[in-house]
């Protein structure tokens, strides 16, 4: 007797989802949401999933490249590169003298049929300095099997890679975790040879490969460096996700990503934390929230007005603007893909008034955070 | 970057919903359901679900009646009617001297601005025999304040009153359980003063009550009989549901409602069982089910087909077919407002074929269960 | 005052509960709580969770009070108070001249036999100056049917009533929503006949009334105000809960939660947000959280910890200490009566460090936040 | 085997576990169960869990064995077996020449330190006759490189192999999907050289390879044949569940479990169906159920029980006893680790009484299910 059409619609999507609507500061309400990794594009660009840090069998990994292609289509991440360790094959005895770019040739075969874009890539596996980096968009993993530790970078460059340096704050190579520049690195960059940094890698987030970014203009990458299934190392069924770097491309194409990835348009996405410069992390937040709805009730002075997230992330907001709400002390919560009610007092009644938000997970620089506006236009 | 539409258009529904899919008998999946009652319409009839026996605060209820609107509405149930305990009164020290008919008008006025239906109601409240009745679609509860138990069935019959015996499996009234009629209902029936009996009532179900039904040509009864919260009986946050009567309509109006009711053309909804006549509850269970997408493997005379199911009853049906499946021993789980996909073994390759089942969960008569065919016809 | 034997009981109980283990500043992962409201006593003090505004039908409520009990034994609240409008009745019709004590005592019957406590109140219901105030703890509704507003507190007072500011950011009464002290309260205060202020009424919570409190020492109350059901005002089966007043008491007596409201000594517990006075809310934070497990991973100076949570919050932590952290760029959720791991980077390897947080959920002041900190010793 | 100490364990792992309670023929109540596969032992044997069926890269897989080994922890599997196809080997050109117990050598290191249990194998793989045949407890997969296939089968069991028939239903092999003996099975059979079959094959069940094991006393077998992830194949997070082969073995040891398999002491565990022969049904289901808590109402003949169920299968039970229920119309169901609560109409009040149930989802031979009785002693 009901309609159920739209239950119906998603039925036949097979897609699990549960809405979400909240109440200003309110506890995250129970929910199933589906692993998919969705941020708005922004005004001008694409926002694309992207995992540049990804082992299989051919070096360290425990599965083949066919798996990583279907853990990605299960994520929705749009580009994915392999990046087996050149140096380091401890699959040898079975998998004897590999040519270094199989992996790549295997995930892009996977990947046939599907618009998810596979990038051809490797790492560069050495000691500290200058530890492990990626290079991505290479021609001919093969011919990065140089013992030089600079010849490597410069066959890379050679080959057109875009290059950054992995996990500076392991502990494996840094035990105190900290991330620091070495000459090495210095030189690199200085030389136009190492072009970002992960500041997130796999469980990892790094405050000081943060501030490297920043100081070196590097472009701020964010990997998940999978060996084993990305299932059980996000908690996937637990609503986890993998960590990926949202690149904001003029089109889908391996060309455009690589530009954005040079000019640094990029966000780290990891658990539920977004990194980026806020010339970038604006826009994606901007896209992401909405205000609809606002109205004053009848006889008072009290606007209420409801934020919308079209995006992955659950956002926190510090209020910081001129008024207080009645709906909260002034952090508000706004769910994936839902959104929160907020009642705002102007004072008086008003056609349009500014509210102002510190994006608490939103981070831009250590300590701080992205602050946005938005002007409330009154029904 | 990603299509959410389907998903936003939810959000806005703040309803919240997780399709299933399982495959033959599967353990069903874990999943949120709304509150919502919801049985297809039938190619005759609307099906409309009623809750025919309630209480307030009015009687020994525990509530207001706008509380029994709000419950409805949130249930979709369709049609109440509050019927209050005409001769038992304990909240007379607090509400002195009422008016039969307080309760229904106050239920009205709540249920103003809905489309919910209201039938004036009322419960004649005897020891056995010849127990409780409830008289529905009454003109003034007041005048059925009478101490003869037959002259109040007369009266209420006189008012134009439908009129069901409530619990006859009431252990205060039979310690055993066991539905019995006594001459005193035999005489009611013979001439037409009781037309129906609650075969569920509460978290009851008899089946001597649906023998009796069926023996005595009496209508088919499942209500609450409600008197705390209906969350907190039924365990709605857990996915529970009320019991009610769908009602086989040919309008959605009192007197359609009540046109049905007395032609018997009911179906009770108890927990997971359906129980109805044959007649009744095949055209709904045949509106609920439908087969989708039939259609051969390659090189295999294997045919899957989906079932899919609109209805808020999970289906167990039992294969009393000409052939075996792969998917499953002969028991298939249809989901609530889900499908499930079963692998036919049909010998050769055919262009349609024929499907029986029994189906566990709906009950024609005690030990019976409905059967029915489904002609497939392959894609 | 319940701690985790309670869950556990629940837990053979088979109600069902979901413990949470993020990581850092993880997304609330899907899960499913029960709608106990729990929060652990602290050293000094039982933490009991108390409800002191409460209607039925005895006013403009719409349920009998069994009902309220029936609610608040499902929420676990230990203390509540039926505070019927004195002046305002709208039932009259119905429930002529109501003794106005009836409400509690029907109430105290219903809670016999479990140890819930029934403290007797009343709301004294008034246009502005001095709106709506509530008098708990008094001896005889009936005698506050004064008309002069002055002479109804002295009343109370002369009962040894506990009496507080309901709502005084309600639009009705004050368009704006801002709480603003009148003459007339400031007198009620300064004589001693005003002990508190509702900063958190139903769905609002106001910055001003907190101002309020603090500058004028009044007894900090949060309160539902319910009148329909608590199940569908605060969403209950998505995992909302009614605000409630958390009291230290020194003993689980309505001498002793008296005594504590005098003193001052509450915590108002509203969505996720508390808020109290720092020397009340400290207290119950740090018995909340626990620091266990410290350990640095073998050649590292990273040490990883879990903070678990005893309570119903999730509490969000800033990290305002010395060392940054490799899970999290210092915003750190820990779910309810769950844990969350974070690794920090200490420099050196230490036996033990110091860690200190801003509580971003816990409200001291109007834009301040409770700072804790805690000594990890490594095990 | 496993029992609730694990799901008390997994509580305190922070592993989210949600118990069920029905009622007579509830609806499937919204709940989260772990993955766990979890049957109790029986009075005379340890109910083992064994996957005897699975691919890694070594054959035509597509994970490396240790990945295999973390699924079957996280399921509670007990026993595996790698049984890499000897003659399929797709993935020759990057794993060339193999050796053929290379698979089984991996598991076995990475299931080191766990007390799961990795027996050798190997699978047979010919065109029909006579298919492909799993060959486990073997010594040496390289010595059954054999071209001929009665060779291989007389080397295997030279070895001291249990064989058994992998998917005698395939439509690769049998494009009617219907298991039918030929001359060289039987010729296998009766020789002793074939021991088992597979009634269940990853998601397929064969009613025709039912009546092939109980007519040629072959050992009913259930395995996954997992190529791909076992979380994507079976829907592990939406609460699906591997087959598996339920073996009843006097110790958790390979001679043990090589005994019981000889001797056909096994239950296939697909999806909700339990399949064996009444001998071994009859056993594992009555550990599962137990009756607690048997009572009058006053003075009433109705009894209330609860039936729990320590198992991952939900049982559908229909009443073939004396007695009809006042809580549904016959048919029960007792939820995975759950309970039911029945009400038997006894006629008049006993101190013992009894109950007898077809077990719907427990199937004995074609069309048949297992039936069992209980006498309920009233506390």
């Known amino acids: 007797m009901k309609g159920f059409l739209a239950v119906y619609t998603l039925l036949l999507m097979s897609v699990g989802v549960m809405a979400q609507h909240t109440h200003g500061n309110g506890l995250a309400h129970s929910h199933t949401y589906t692993r998919v990794i969705d941020f708005?594009?922004?005004?001008?660009?694409?926002?694309?999933?992207?995992?540049?840090?990804?082992?299989?069998?051919?070096?360290?990994?425990?599965?083949?490249?066919?798996?990583?292609?279907?853990?990605?289509?299960?994520?929705?991440?749009?580009?994915?590169?392999?990046?087996?360790?050149?140096?380091?094959?401890?699959?040898?005895?079975?998998?004897?003298?590999?040519?270094?770019?199989?992996?790549?040739?295997?995930?892009?075969?996977?990947?046939?049929?599907?618009?998810?874009?596979?990038?051809?890539?490797?790492?560069?596996?050495?000691?500290?300095?200058?530890?492990?980096?990626?290079?991505?968009?290479?021609?001919d993993a093969n011919a990065l099997l140089i013992e030089d530790s600079l010849a490597v970078f410069e066959e890379a460059n050679r080959q057109g890679a875009f290059t950054f340096w992995n996990h500076p704050n392991w502990t494996a190579q840094r035990p105190d975790g900290v991330a620091t520049l070495t000459p090495f690195h210095e030189y690199l960059i200085a030389n136009d040879l190492l072009h970002g940094i992960e500041v997130v890698n796999d469980l990892t987030i790094s405050e000081e490969a943060l501030q490297i970014a920043l100081d070196n203009d590097l472009t701020i990458m964010g990997t998940s460096d999978i060996h084993g299934l990305v299932d059980y190392q996000y908690g996937i069924a637990e609503g986890g996700h993998r960590p990926v770097t949202l690149v904001m491309a003029a089109a889908r194409t391996p060309e455009a990503i690589k530009e954005a990835l040079v000019a640094g348009r990029t966000v780290a996405w990891f658990e539920n934390t977004l990194v980026g410069r806020a010339e970038h992390l604006g826009p994606i937040v901007r896209a992401s929230l909405d205000i609809i709805d606002a109205s004053y009730g009848d006889d008072t002075a009290v606007a209420e007005i409801s934020i919308t997230n079209a995006s992955n992330a659950e956002y926190l907001l510090e209020n910081i603007g001129a008024y207080s709400f009645q709906s909260?002390?002034?952090?508000?919560?706004?769910?994936?893909?839902?959104?929160?009610?907020?009642?705002?007092?102007?004072?008086?009644?008003?056609?349009?008034?500014?509210?102002?938000?510190?994006?608490?997970?939103?981070?831009?620089?250590?300590?701080?955070?992205?602050?946005?506006?938005?002007?409330?236009?009154?029904?």
Chains 1, 2, 3, 4 share one sequence.
């Open 40 to 139: 708005p594009d922004t005004e001008e660009y694409l926002t694309l999933a992207c995992d540049f840090h990804i082992h299989t069998v051919f070096s360290d990994g425990s599965v083949w490249p066919d798996i990583r292609i279907q853990e990605a289509l299960r994520d929705s991440v749009d580009v994915v590169a392999m990046t087996e360790h050149l140096e380091y094959q401890p699959h040898a005895d079975d998998i004897p003298h590999p040519d270094r770019n199989r992996s790549h040739h295997i995930a892009t075969e996977s990947a046939a049929n599907t618009d998810m874009l596979v990038i051809q890539g490797a790492e560069i596996t050495r000691s500290m300095p200058p530890g492990h980096s990626n290079a991505i968009f290479i021609e």
């Open 328 to 379: 909260d002390l002034g952090l508000v919560r706004v769910p994936p893909h839902g959104r929160t009610t907020i009642s705002v007092m102007t004072g008086e009644v008003l056609d349009s008034f500014e509210l102002r938000f510190r994006v608490l997970n939103a981070v831009t620089a250590p300590k701080e955070r992205l602050e946005i506006g938005h002007t409330v236009t009154v029904d």
